[in-house]
């Protein structure tokens, strides 16, 4: 089974999202290509690992998902880090507020497997009875979704600042055949970077991606862990945000994504 890496567009304190691959066909973390020392500092500073960054079209990708600029590079986080526990599901310290509101979303493109998958991603969110809602809309939107091509990443977002989500999923249009659950599945995992969540397994990658043990920053700027879920790295294997994903893999929120999002929204 194959699985990839998603990405991710951000705004000022950046963190991450994605989905990668784990068996013998899964392919290396990009090289550090383009990327100055200067610039790894910077990415560092934000609580993120620039182990495998890589230089992309108006900026860098790192931990395999997460798009950030120059602006956010040299960004100053809203709020200081803090560590509540040791427990596995993370946030950023920049969050979406104003609750109770709803979010609008917008596909831009005219896929239709993508956008399903936005509706079938809203549809998950809104069944939970959060004080976070989502609604689909033809013009505007708070988070547009836009179909790109030529891009190493499955799909890729941002996280919130000033108290709104973060404005764009880019979604790689070449995935439009995979499975329509695990594209659902994917969209949802961005729409949670958007929101402000980081990877389940921030601090054991490898744990959904395969290869050598990676830490994204478990007690860097933006890695705050939620109370109430699981304490071991390696005891949610179903989590909507596992850092990588296979096709034919469907992620519903299981019991403990639940009760981050419900801690949070």
């Not at 310290?93 to 609008?104: A, F, K, S, Y």
Request: charged content about 10%; overall charge neutral; some cysteine.
């Amino acid at each position: 089974m194959k699985k990839i890496m998603l990405s991710l567009s951000g705004s000022l304190l950046i963190l991450l999202a994605v989905s990668c691959k784990k068996n013998a066909d899964v392919a290396a973390p990009a090289p550090e290509t383009g990327v100055s020392d200067a610039v790894k500092a910077k990415i560092s500073a934000l609580g993120l690992t620039a182990t495998g960054a890589y230089k992309t079209d108006g900026g860098y990708i790192v931990e395999g998902d997460i798009f950030l600029n120059d602006e956010m590079l040299n960004s100053t986080p809203e709020q200081s880090s803090f560590i509540v526990a040791g427990t596995e599901h993370y946030r950023t310290t920049n969050l979406v507020t104003g609750l109770p509101r709803t979010i609008t979303v917008r596909y831009s493109g005219t896929n239709t497997a993508i956008s399903n998958a936005v509706n079938a991603a809203i549809a998950r969110y809104n069944a939970l009875g959060l004080l976070l809602r989502f609604s689909r809309v033809t013009t505007g939107g708070n988070i547009v979704v836009t179909g790109v091509s030529g891009v190493g990443y499955i799909a890729s977002a941002g996280f919130p600042s000033g108290g709104n989500p973060y404005n764009s999923i880019l979604f790689n249009t070449a995935y439009a055949v995979w499975n329509a659950n695990t594209l659902a599945s994917v969209m949802a995992h961005e729409m949670g970077h958007c929101i402000g969540m980081r990877h389940t397994d921030l601090a054991c990658r490898q744990y959904s991606c395969g290869g050598s043990p990676v830490n994204e920053g478990s007690g860097g700027v933006g890695a705050i862990h939620i109370p109430g879920t699981p304490t071991a790295c390696n005891a949610d294997p179903t989590s909507w945000m596992l850092a990588c994903i296979g096709n034919g893999v469907n992620r519903p929120f299981n019991a403990n994504d639940q009760v981050a999002l419900n801690f949070l929204y």
